[in-house]
């Protein structure tokens, strides 16, 4: 008997019945059974309350960028009107100039002694609001000294 071999075919079989998928379920103790019908709709109930969670985390993040900006922002502002003002200039210049890079609101002080010129600069940073609207808002500040520099002959204050 020959058996007759043709090229690039195989023999086929019976087709297979699927069987179902069944995934295991660690149970405390050590004990391992199979996930059931029971436990359909976890996944959408666990995404239903992470979801928001992560969400609220993503504002909370981009909220505390906000805060490091800002404090940037008065940080500038301050360093601005201050050396505005150690140049001479009159401190409603001096303010201004500082307010051209700071936050909106921003509020200045300019004192000057001991041959030097300190200006505070401070501001308040809300809350982002939506589901953290619960938190304050934050008040940001910086303080720059700059020495004062000798007014020019015939230059008045």
Known sequence: MCDEVTMGSRERSAPRTRLPTVTAVHVPGGSVRPRGDDERGAVTAEAAVVIPLLLAVAMALVWLVALA??????????????????????????????????????RFEISRGGGAVTVRVAADVKGPGGLLAFLPAVPVSSEAVAAEEPAMAGEAR
Do not use: K
């Not at 940080?75 to 201004?96: I, L, M, Q």
């Open 69 to 106: 900006a800002t404090q940037v922002r008065v940080v500038d502002a301050a360093r601005e009107a201050a050396r505005a003002a150690a140049r001479g200039e009159p401190d409603a210049v001096s303010v201004e100039r500082g307010r051209q890079v700071a936050p909106d609101g921003a």
